[in-house]
Every structure is written in structure tokens, then in C-alpha cells.
């Protein structure tokens, strides 16, 4: 078993993959615009401990579009961006997030899992570095690709707020 940890630290907006205790790589991301937060319709990013529940997207193609964690058959473009300004992209992959501790990140009201908490790509020209999701955790697509290589369903996600 390995000892992989995927750190993400919101006040940095900064998301860490420990092996052995060791940074191995490190990407920044965009985490939620209403700040930390575990309750159900908060649109806030839960803290604590949690796993990776599913990885959803291998082999799909780059900017792949998903809406409820189903590809829609569209592929990012700005023209396409630009034609739904208002839409949350989720693009490329998915590693869906499930909370560790319950009463707080797992069960109820303030369930990650229930609350489709992920990790996922945005288009290029989002920023990243500042909160703007909806409580998800966002990422460049080519670091999110790099990550998911790196990572197993199971792995071990630790959120700090």
C-alpha cells in the first residue's frame, strides 16, 4: 500500500500530493468563493479528512465536458465558454470526493459525498489562486491529468481550511 496523501490547503489555494511524508508535486486550484465549509447547499469547500470515493473520465479526451459526472459529448472551446457564460465547467476528470468523519465531512447535512464534492479541470483562462468554485476543488486540465495519473481511488485527502 502506498502512503500517498493529496493535501489541499485553502487559505494558500494550493494542492500538495505527499508520498512518504515527501511533496512530489504541487498545483494550484480554486477552491470555493463562500469559503470552508461542510454543510449541504453551503456552497462551501468541506475540510477534513477525506478519500478519493471514484475516479470518473480515463481515456476520455482532453477538455472533455461532464454534467453529472457524465460526459455530455462536448469538448471545451472559449467559443464554447463563451456561448454558456454562466455555466460551471467541470472538465477533463473527475476524482470524486467522499468525507472521512462523520457528524462533520460524512453523513446528514454535511455530507461530501451527497454534496458531489470533486476535484476537477476548468478552462485555461479561469483563474486559479483566488476562491471562485462552488465548493468544488478546481484545477488547471493538464495538472489535473498529472494528478490523476498519480493517484488511486482510495487514496487519502486531507482538506484544511
Same mark, same amino acid.
Given at each position: 500500500m502506498c502512503d500517498r496523501l493529496i493535501h489541499i490547503h485553502i487559505p494558500e489555494q494550493r494542492l500538495e500530493v505527499r508520498e512518504g511524508g515527501v511533496a512530489v508535486a504541487s498545483y494550484?486550484?480554486?477552491?470555493?468563493?463562500? !469559503?470552508?465549509?461542510?454543510?449541504?447547499?453551503? &456552497?462551501?469547500?468541506?475540510?477534513?479528512?477525506? *478519500?478519493?470515493?471514484?475516479?470518473? +473520465?480515463?481515456?476520455l479526451p482532453f477538455n472533455t465536458v461532464f454534467v453529472g459526472r457524465r460526459p455530455t459529448g462536448e469538448i471545451y472551446s472559449s467559443a464554447l465558454g463563451a456561448c454558456y457564460?454562466?455555466?460551471?465547467?467541470i472538465l477533463t476528470r473527475i476524482l470524486w470526493l467522499t !468525507?472521512?468523519?462523520?457528524?462533520?465531512?460524512? &453523513?446528514?447535512?454535511?455530507?461530501t459525498?451527497? *454534496?458531489?464534492?470533486?476535484?476537477? +479541470?476548468?478552462?485555461?483562462?479561469a483563474p486559479l489562486g483566488s476562491p471562485r468554485s462552488h465548493g468544488?476543488?478546481?484545477?488547471?486540465?493538464?495538472?489535473?491529468?498529472?494528478?490523476?495519473?498519480?493517484?488511486e481511488a482510495g487514496d487519502r485527502v486531507f482538506i484544511a481550511g
Open positions: 494550484p486550484v480554486s477552491t470555493a468563493r463562500n !469559503g470552508p465549509g461542510e454543510r449541504r447547499d453551503s &456552497g462551501c469547500t468541506p475540510r477534513g479528512w477525506h *478519500r478519493i470515493r471514484i475516479k470518473i +473520465g480515463a481515456g457564460p454562466e455555466r460551471d465547467w !468525507g472521512l468523519e462523520p457528524g462533520f465531512n460524512r &453523513g446528514g447535512d454535511h455530507d459525498l451527497r *454534496r458531489y464534492i470533486y476535484i476537477h +479541470g476548468c478552462p485555461d483562462e468544488c476543488i478546481r484545477l488547471r486540465n493538464c495538472d489535473l491529468l498529472d494528478l490523476f495519473e498519480r493517484v
